[in-house]
DNA sequence: ATCTCGATTGGCT
DNA sequence: GCCAATCGAGATG
């Protein structure tokens, strides 16, 4: 099941700590790859130094100010960085997710990746975006209605012991901790 | 564990 | 043209 637009626009913070669990699917021309979130960061507006949208609109930030549930993806230090739109129109917001631990198209990842070992997979937010094929055709996707690209709801049961910590890569961060993880998982990133 | 170098794009002058 | 940027891989100790 397709997370629905109301889970995507809320407080981004949360947003970012319910995609823990969850499924990001991108049916591609050679099968369905998909992988469980287990690392996400929240980004906010104006008030937060390491957003996007803490400067001008831009073709590619302009996303952020849009719907929740859009696909937000741009190219860092040569890799492509997967985001989903938070809050609603007006407000920007987006959430980075960071690290999935593979669940379908394991060998369509694996030739993706060129790497045969689970955790090297999909275990940072360069590495998933190689590994689920996901790349700049897919900027501004909705989420809630693709068929391509989505992100699906579990009949997950237990309890991922969720952590959280500073986010990583940014200059100036926020006094609050915005990157969430689950702490047990082989595939967070380091 | 630490470093260093390569990667690709968008945005600006 | 220039350069920064939410990173990755491989080498080195």
Partial sequence: MRLPRGFYERDTAEVARDLLGKFLCHSTC??????KVVESEAYYGVDDPASRASSKKTKINEKMWERGGLALIYMVHGNWLFN???EREGTPGAVLIR??????????????RKKEELS??????GKLTQALDISKDLHG??????DRLYISGSGEVGDPKIESSHRIGVTEDLQRELRFYIGKSECVSR
Wanted: net charge negative; proline share 6%.
């Fill in 141 to 146: 996707v909705d989420l809630t209605i693709s």
């Fill in 84 to 86: 989903v739109t938070t």
């Fill in 120 to 125: 090297e997979l999909t275990s940072g937010p």
């Fill in 30 to 35: 050679d099968g369905l790859v998909s992988g």
């Fill in 99 to 112: 690290a999935l631990e593979p669940v379908d198209g394991l060998s369509i990842m694996k030739s993706l």
